[in-house]
């Protein structure tokens, strides 16, 4: 999501049923591209416009639910690889060893926030390394929780039994991988005052993530896309989040079900899914809408 707090949440050459590998991370050509994304859990409107440079992003942007335009997420690339994503005072910057993503820096203003080291095993994404910078340890920046869709901070709000803020120094995160989608995400944060471990469980569809390897500016998406929470770089989508959240003296879980319309393989509507004791059936609320140029 694009907002500075509260939000979760990723660029590479999506290809169905191709896994996340180093040499294709900085490259980001869908075979169908995503036109606009309309929110619907509270009336239908434009969330995102994205706009093409023939097979390149070339920008997002952010609208508010009155239809004015809220900021916009400019892409820039070097040799072919993306480099920069910029807006206002806000920027995150890509490195490479060659064509391997190494590194990625977020940074407001000139002062950097974070910084992400990625690690990889027979070609995929491993292990990511977050370092939070002495300046913004405080708090006042934006911190981890950009990792976690909304439903899943408020689930992890009302399970803070230790009132944290949320502060953390660094963090670290290691990945499981089933066939070409991630199947474990485990996570271990470093915070002021205990260590704070995740471990989240995937079940998948079959058909294709349209965001798979889609990286946002203030890398909610790094980890995981936000409608829902598939991880970046998995080529199918999540229709089932599991979630354990423990501390030194705490631990709590949780679960997160969705369900999709297709068009070609390619959610058009995402839904969240829930079942209802008083009918024992299951509904489903829609979360938001695909419009593709394709």
């Not at 990625?118 to 006042?140: C, M, P, R, V, Y």
Request: net charge negative; charged share 25%; proline share 2%.
């Amino acid at each position: 999501m694009k907002k500075l707090v509260l939000s979760i949440m990723t660029m590479a050459m999506i290809v169905a049923f191709v896994s996340c590998e180093k040499e294709n991370l900085g490259v980001f050509n869908p075979k169908m591209k995503i036109y606009k994304v309309y929110n619907e859990t509270n009336g239908h409107y434009l969330q995102e416009k994205w706009l093409w440079n023939d097979k390149q992003l070339h920008k997002v942007e952010y609208y508010k639910k009155n239809g004015d335009l809220d900021q916009t997420y400019l892409y820039q690339y070097e040799n072919g690889l993306l480099s920069s994503i910029k807006t206002d005072n806000q920027h995150t910057d890509f490195e490479y060893d060659g064509k391997t993503l190494t590194t990625i820096k977020t940074y407001y203003g000139d002062q950097l926030v974070e910084t992400y080291s990625l690690s990889f095993e027979k070609q995929k994404l491993s292990h990511i390394s977050i370092q939070k910078s002495a300046k913004s340890a405080a708090g006042t920046i934006p911190d981890i929780l950009h990792l976690f869709a909304p439903e899943l901070v408020t689930y992890l709000s009302k399970s803070d039994a230790k009132s944290e803020r949320y502060d953390y120094s660094s963090a670290e995160i290691d990945f499981t991988w089933e066939k070409n989608n991630v199947k474990y995400m485990k996570m271990k944060i470093d915070r002021p005052d205990s260590v704070q471990n995740l471990t989240f469980t995937y079940v998948y569809d079959e058909n294709i993530n349209p965001k798979k390897n889609y990286f946002s500016l203030l890398l909610d998406h790094v980890l995981l896309n936000d409608e829902p929470q598939t991880f970046f770089c998995s080529a199918n989508n999540a229709i089932g989040v599991y979630v354990t959240d423990s501390y030194d003296i705490f631990s709590e879980s949780d679960s997160f079900t969705y369900a999709y319309d297709y068009y070609k393989k390619y959610p058009t509507k995402v839904y969240s899914t829930w079942f209802d004791d008083e009918t024992l059936t299951e509904k489903k609320d829609l979360l938001y809408s695909y419009e593709y140029l394709n």
